[in-house]
Every structure is written in C-alpha cells, then in structure tokens.
C-alpha cells in the first residue's frame, strides 16, 4: 500500500512540475542567421565570391552595412571570406542580390543567380504588408510590429517597419501623416515608424516623380515636418524625372514675428543610394519642378531658424517662378550643391535675408551662414531673373542685418535682357566674404550688372552694404557705383577685379570700392595682400602743390613717412591704381608710389576728364622689406582748381 501511494505521490510531483513549466514558459523566436554563407553551383563553399546589392527591382547599387551600428558601408560587391561567408546588414530599404564568382565582372555577367526584392524584416520574422493602404487596413494591435514593403506598391521605396501604439497619432489630431505615423482606419491607436540613425527615405510618405502635384506638396511637407521636429535626415531619392510641386514647402515655422520652433533640419538630395559630393548642379539628380502659380518661392526657409543643412536639390521654376530658394532668417546654417533654372522676375532666384523688423528674443541677424557649390542658370530671357538678392530693402535702426555669411565656388546666371536683372544685389548686409564666384550674363544682352549694390532705404541705410569682400571672382557684368549717397565706413573690395568683369568699380571718395589692384590683369591674378589709403571725406585742394596720402584719411604736404601705410611681410608691389572723385577740376594729376619717403618707379597721370589711372607695366615693381613705409604722392600742375579727394591702391605679393 505504501509502495503503491509512494508511486501516485512521484506522478503527481512530475506533473505538477510539467504544470508549473508550461505556465513559466516563454515567446520565442527563431534566432535570425547571424553570418550569411553562399555556395557555388557544386555546393561548396563560395570562397572569394562577389555579392552584388541592388535596390529592389533595379540595377542601381545600394550600400549594405558591416555591422548593426550602421556607420560602415560594406563594399559593393562584398568579397566572401575563405568559408563563403560574410556578414550583411540591410537598411530598411528593398534590395536585390546577385552572386557571381570571384572572377566575374562589375557588373556580373556570368552570375550564379539573382534574387529580388529582399528586405531586412524577412530576416526577423515580422509581418508584412505591402502598401499603405494595407497598413491603414489592419486591424489595431492585431501585431505588435508590422513591415511595410512600400507606400503605394511593394518595393517603390516607402519601405518602413512600424510598431503599434494604443495611443492616438500625435500628428494632425491622431490622423498622422501617412509615413512616420500612420492611423488605422477605424479604432484608433497608430503605427509608429522607427528612425534608423541614418534617417529616411521621403519615398515613406509618398513622395514620387510619377505623382500628381498635390500628392507631392502633401508628402514632402510631411517629410520635412518630421526631420525638423525629430532632428533627423531626411533623405530625397533622385531619378530621371522631377517631382512636380504647386505650393510652398516650408523649412521651419519662423515668422516675422516669431523664432521657428523646429530647428536643426536636414535635408540630403542622393543619388543612387549615395550622398552627392561636389556635383554639378547642373545635373543633380533631385529635382522639383514648380506648377503652381506665379509670386511664391517653391522652398522656403522660415526662420528665424538655426542650424539647417540644405543639400543636393534642384528647382526648375518652369518659367512661372522668380525664386527658388527664399531663405528668411537663416542662422548658422549650410547650403551646398543646390541649383535653379528657368527663373524670371527680379525677385532673386536665391533670396537670403531678415526681417526688417525684430523678432523677440533673436539676437542676431542671418548670420554665420555657409554656401557652396550654388548656381542660377538658364533665366527667362527678358524676364529680368536676377542670381541672388542679399538683405532686406528696408533699413530699420536696432534690427540685425544678413552679415558673417561665405559663398565659395559659386555661379549666379541672371538675365542680361530685360531692365532689372543681374548677378547679385546686396542691400542691408555687411561682412560677407564671397570666393571663387562668378556672375554671367546669359541671353546676349546688355543690361545689369555683375553686381549690384543697392542701399537700403531709412536713416543710415546709406552705411550699408559694408566690408564685403570678394576674393579671386569674376563678375562679368561690371559693378555700379550707387554714388555719394552710399557712405559706408568700409565698402566692397575686390582681391583683385578680374579683366573679364567689365570696367572695375571706381573707388570714390568714401572708398565704396577698395582692394582693386588691377583691372586689366587676367582673372586670377597673383596678388596676396591689397594696401592703400585715402584723403578721407574731407576734400583737399591740389593746386600746384603735392601731397602724401596715406592709410585712414591721413595727408601731409611735406613726408610720406607720417600717413604711410607700413607692410606686414616682405614682397613686391607690381602695381598702382589710383582716383579722385570728380569735385573740381585738374588739367593732369600725377600719382606716384613712394616707399621709405622715396619714389618708386610705379607712376601714372591722371589727366582731366578721367578719374583714374593705373600704373601695370611691367618691370614697374617697388621691393618692399616687412615694416615698410608706403603712401602715393599726388602732384597737381599749375592750373589744377577746386578740392578733391584721393584714393590710391596696390598689391602686395610675397
């Protein structure tokens, strides 16, 4: 009897036991293969094979990854190791393989077999569906994360893994934005996207060149809503054809009243699945297209806003639009590779400006703003499309300016033909730096000009634009010279004036334009360092007398060690230009270079009506040691009259 309740006792312990376990037990998931492994034809290991990654669909490369921090792409094709095997993380994008052995080409032309359509949630056990309107279709919490394989078909590019919330969409009143939050028909809750490191595709909201333009405005708005507010890199796909556009996608949400509340926003143009680097805008891939109506900029930057990154977009503004590019209030912001076409109106084709009245809580204007590889080309003809306009028109005491901006390698076309077209306009701006930037007049014209410099309007607006300096540029089209009415303390220098920009700018008697060494010399002329001076603004009389003139308005009738200018380095001086404005009348004027209160053999006459001369001829160079005295001798003749007053410029090489 013992024996018999000894044995129930045992079986009742074994399956309370299997009881307790299955209750203790756990969901589980088939572990993904962490290392992949390839074979040839013959079974064996595929050593030395290539792997080829495509985007799903195309033969377009698309980078892998070599481990799961996604910060190192893999090489394309991938070398299997001596076991046929390799590591490969995918991002969330559609890819198609090829393997080829290691003796093929690139690309494979004998390959062992292709697949297509892969993903990375194939790998892992989520479930899939194809579009969106499948996704908005499931029922809430049916999965706790779901595939999707594309936005409107599977492997279009919308590809993106969601999570379910029980929670409303925080997007637009909980009905999200149909690519990073998307809402289910009926029921409530959402399906969050995730936000890999290395942002994502616009392609997840719907952005595609076959859509119509309302679609487009829809999609990519969303597109950058969510990269400002998440801080996160929005990626636009380039192809053949543009997305078409008709209303305004706005970067930010600035005003002229208020400081935007999104900030840091980035937005990358790619090609083929990589970045663009140093590509000419000319043929950038990633182009919008405007067919909307006349008056609106297709982009905006509404700031005040800090921190943006504009990258790799084109806009062709279809000959409707004047600007393609409206960038209100930028700070501490990068522009490179961007590009607009078919522009017309006098609006700009670039605008870079603030708002003519303060914005509470901003202390400082559009400033520290970078800008490389830009270009305005192909204007309406007649349509007077002007490159870039810098700084508001308007002048308003207490209010920053556009000022610290640097534009390098940059091409502002503009429109030669009708009456108000040009390069570049700058207005309420000071200490900008522009290098290696050329303007073109581009439909066989005659009007505009290179530059053009425009003072803004109000009380002292005449001290502005200021201390812009432009090095080693070329602006064909000339300059002009607003006249006496634009006073500012330091004006436009030119490192030097290139010969095929027309006639250089003539320094007048608030030395508007200063730093011309020469303008008869070729573009790119050496010239490290430009020094001169001036008479100041008081005006000084040259009849029959002589008289040094030296940095800062500083004159003396007897030394040219007094006012002298002294050098920083050693070096040559192969060149002197020298004016005076057109206050009085001189029969001959003659400029002479001293060095040390001793003359040099640059030298040249300014003979009534002329302002100017310069003095290039060769073999006309003064050696000058560093700490050097140099001033310019000005010597009217007998029948000189009236006042003038004197500006005098050389280069300095070493």
Known sequence: METRLRRLLTIFGVLLALAVSADASTTVTISPTPIQHFVDNNGNACVGCKLFTYGAGT??????????????????????????????????????????????????????????????????GTPYVATNTVLKALTGGAYT???????????????ETYTWSASNCSISAGAGDNGYQ???????GCWVGDQPAGGLDARVWGLFTANAAGANNTAMQAAVTWACTNKQILRVFGSASPYLISSQ????????????????????????GADIIEMNPEVLPVQFKWVGAGGIAPIKVAGPIAGVILHGISVDCNSICGTGFDLEFPISSRFT????????????AYILSAYPSGVSGVLTGAQHNYFENIRSDSPVSGGSGVGLVIGPATYVAGVYDVAQDTFVNCEFGYDDVGASGNGIVIRYADNLTFSQVVTLPLNGGSNGKGLFISPPTGASGSLFPGTINFFGSNLVGGANNPGAGWAPTTGVGFWPWGSEGGAAPVADTYTSYYGITDQAVP???????????????TAVS??????????????????????????????????LTCSLNATGASSSVVCTLYVNNSATNLTCTITDPATTC??????????????AFVSAKFTGNGSASGSVKLVWNSGLSY
């Open 59 to 124: 033969t377009t490369k698309q980078a892998t990854y070599t481990d799961s921090t996604g910060n190192t792409q893999g090489t394309n094709p991938i070398i299997l190791n001596s076991r046929g095997e390799a590591q490969v993380w995918l991002s969330g994008l559609g890819y198609k393989y090829v393997l080829a052995p290691a003796t093929d080409t690139d690309p494979p032309t004998n390959p062992f077999w292709t697949v297509d359509g892969l993903t990375a949630a194939q790998s892992n």
């Open 145 to 159: 994360r779901v595939y999707r394989d594309g936005f409107a078909a599977a492997g279009d590019g919308g590809a």
């Open 182 to 188: 998307v809402a289910p028909n009926s029921g409530g």
């Open 249 to 272: 996608i706005s970067i930010g949400n600035g005003t002229s009243s208020a400081q935007s509340t999104l900030n840091n926003c980035r937005i990358d143009g790619v090609s083929g």
């Open 337 to 348: 590779d961007l590009m607009v076409s078919r522009f017309t109106g006098s609006t700009g």
């Open 523 to 537: 573009f790119g002329q050496n010239t490290r360092e430009v020094i001169g001076g001036n008479s100041g603004t």
């Open 542 to 575: 040259l009849t029959g007398s002589n008289l040094f003139v030296g940095g800062g308005g500083c004159t003396d009738g007897a030394s040219g060690f007094s006012c002298a200018v002294i050098t920083t380095h050693a070096g040559h001086i192969p060149n």
């Open 614 to 627: 310069n003095d290039n001829t060769p073999g006309h160079v003064a050696t000058v040691a560093n700490g």
